[in-house]
C-alpha cells in the first residue's frame, strides 16, 4: 500500500511551514523493493536534527584518565559550572535560608543554657514558661526554614540534572548513524543508562554540594565565634584540627573517589562535628565524580565531518538531486553498497528506485541526508554541493518517511508535537501537521481524537497510521 508524505511540525520558535520540497517515500514491498522520490514547490521545513559525523567506536563504560585528584575535582565543578549559573535563584535562596538557620543558632544556643539554667535555680515557673516559648517559636522557625531550604537546594539540584541531560542528549543526537549501527557501535542501552541513572546519581552529588559546603562554611564561621565569645583558649585548640583534617583530605583524594563513606574520627569538640560536615561534602563530591565523568564523556566525542564556518544556508529548495560518481560503503573491510553511482533527480520530478534487498536504496537517501558521508564523488542540491550547506537547513526542507517507526507510549498529540513537549503542545499546529500528513481524519475517529492513547510503540494503531504520526 502506498504511503502518504509525511512531516513533522517545525520549532515552536517559527511559524506553521508549508509542506517540504523533497518527499521521501520508502515503500516495502516483496523483492525487488521499490523507493519513491518526488519533489514540490520550493519551501523549507526542520525535520531531523542537525547531525555530525564521528568515528563510531564503543564507549568505555568507565573512561579512567590518570589525574591529580584535586584536579579531577575541579574538572568536575568546571563541568557543572554553566549548569549551576543559570540556576542561581533557586540556589541563592536556598543559601539565603541556611544563612538565617545558622545564624539563628547564635540566638538559640544562649537561650537553651539560660533556660536551664534558669531551670536549676528555682526560677518562677511563669517566666521559665515565658522563656520556654520563646526557645520554642525559634527552634520551630529554624524547621520551617531548614525545610524551605532542601526544597530550593533540590529544585536546583533537579533543574541541574534535567539541563545536563538535555545538553548530553543534543550531544548524542549530533552524532552520524554509523555511531549507533554495525559491529562497532555503541550500546544504545549504554547511553540510556548514562543519560537516566548516572544523571540521578548525579543529583544527589549536586544536593550535597549545595546542601553541606556553603551552609556547614557559615555554620562553622557561626560556631567558631560562638566558642571564641565562651572560651577563647579552648576554641583556637580546637580548631588547629581544621588544616589537620584539609591535608588528609586532599591526601586521601583519590581513595575518597573509590570507597564510599567511611567514619569520621570522632573528636569531642563542635569545631569537630562542623568539620566533619565540610569532609563529608567533599567525599559525596568525589563519589559522584565517575557519574559526571561518565555522563560528559558523550559530549567529547570529536566529530568526523566538521560543518564548514562559510556553509551557507539554504531559505528555499527547487528539489533539483544530482550524485556524481558516488561511492559508499559502512565499512573499511565491507564491500562498496554504491559503487560509482550517477543519478540525476529532477525538480518537482517523482522518480523510483528499484533494486534488491541491500542493494543501497536506504543507503542512497541517508547520503542525501548527510547521515553518512561518501567515500568518494560528490552529491548536489540546486547545483550546490551538500558539504557546503548547513546541515539544519539541509534537513529543513527534506520529508522522510521510514519502514522502521518509533512512536512512544502517550497521546497522539504528544507523539506528533513531540517537539513542543519541552514548553506547551501548540494543538493548531499539530492539527496542521495532521492534515499535511493525511493522519486528521483517521485521528478525529479515535475515542479521545488528539488526546487518545495509542499503546506502547503504537500499538494501538496500524501500520498506516503509525507512519503519519511518526513522522
Known amino acids: 500500500m502506498p504511503l502518504h508524505s509525511l512531516i513533522l511540525l517545525s520549532p515552536p520558535s517559527q511559524p506553521p511551514l508549508p509542506p517540504p520540497s523533497l518527499h521521501l517515500h520508502l515503500r516495502p514491498t516483496s523483492k525487488p523493493e521499490t523507493k519513491f522520490l518526488r519533489f514540490n514547490s520550493p519551501s523549507r521545513l526542520p525535520f531531523i536534527p542537525p547531525l555530525k559525523l564521528i568515528n563510531s567506536t564503543k564507549l568505555p563504560l568507565n573512561p579512567q584518565t590518570q589525574q591529580n585528584p584535586l584536579s579531577k575535582t575541579l574538572e568536575t565543578l568546571t563541568k557543572l559550572k554553566p549548569f549551576l549559573q543559570t540556576n542561581h535563584q533557586p540556589i541563592l535562596l536556598g543559601w539565603l535560608c541556611s544563612s538565617i538557620s545558622v545564624f539563628s543558632l547564635l540566638k538559640v544556643i544562649p537561650r537553651i543554657g539560660s533556660f536551664f539554667s534558669n531551670l536549676t535555680n528555682n526560677i518562677s515557673i511563669s517566666k521559665l514558661g515565658d522563656q520556654g516559648l520563646v526557645l520554642g517559636v525559634l ?20 533543574r541541574v540534572v534535567y539541563q545536563m541531560r538535555v545538553f548530553v542528549f543534543e550531544k548524542v543526537l549530533e552524532r552520524e548513524l554509523g555511531f549507533f549501527e554495525g559491529g562497532n557501535a555503541v550500546s544504545p542501552g549504554d547511553i540510556a543508562y548514562r543519560i537516566t541513572a548516572e544523571a540521578s546519581d548525579v543529583a544527589d552529588t549536586v544536593f550535597a554540594l549545595l546542601n553541606t559546603t556553603v551552609p556547614n562554611i557559615l555554620q562553622l564561621f557561626a560556631m567558631a565565634t560562638q566558642m571564641l565569645v565562651i572560651s577563647p583558649s579552648l576554641s583556637l585548640i580546637s580548631e588547629m584540627v581544621i588544616p589537620c583534617m584539609a591535608f588528609v583530605i586532599a591526601y586521601l583524594g583519590e581513595r575518597l573517589l573509590k570507597i564510599s563513606t567511611r567514619a569520621y574520627l570522632s573528636i569531642a569538640t563542635l569545631a569537630a562535628y562542623l568539620n566533619e560536615g565540610i569532609g563529608k561534602a567533599y567525599n559525596e563530591l568525589k563519589q559522584g565524580e565517575p ?12 566529530s568526523k565531518v566538521i560543518e564548514k564556518p562559510d556553509a551557507i544556508y539554504l531559505s528555499h529548495v527547487n528539489g533539483e538531486v544530482k550524485f556524481c560518481d558516488v561511492s559508499f560503503k559502512y565499512a573499511d573491510n565491507m564491500p562498496h553498497v554504491l559503487d560509482g553511482l550517477n543519478l540525476h533527480i529532477k525538480a518537482r520530478e517523482t522518480t523510483a528506485l528499484v533494486r534488491p534487498s541491500g542493494g543501497g536504496k536506504t543507503t542512497l537517501v541517508k547520503l542525501l541526508l548527510r547521515l553518512y558521508k561518501p567515500s568518494s564523488g560528490s552529491i548536489l542540491v540546486d547545483n550546490r554541493n551538500i558539504q557546503n550547506i548547513r546541515l539544519e537547513s539541509l534537513r529543513r526542507h527534506v520529508g522522510l518517511v521510514s519502514q522502521d517507526i518509533m512512536l512512544f507510549f502517550g497521546t497522539v498529540a504528544e507523539n506528533i508535537g513531540y517537539r513542543d513537549l519541552m514548553t506547551n503542545i501548540d494543538m493548531e499546529r499539530v492539527e496542521l501537521a495532521a492534515r499535511i500528513a493525511n493522519a486528521d481524519e483517521f485521528v478525529r475517529t479515535l475515542p479521545e481524537g488528539y488526546r487518545s492513547h495509542i499503546g506502547p510503540r503504537g500499538s494501538l494503531l496500524s501500520a498506516g497510521q503509525k507512519q503519519r504520526c511518526w513522522s
Open 291 to 302: 557519574a559526571v565523568e561518565r555522563l560528559f564523556f558523550l559530549t567529547k566525542l570529536e
Open 139 to 158: 527552634l520551630l522557625a529554624k524547621l520551617v526554614i531548614c525545610y524551605w531550604k532542601q526544597v530550593f537546594l533540590w529544585e536546583a539540584a533537579l
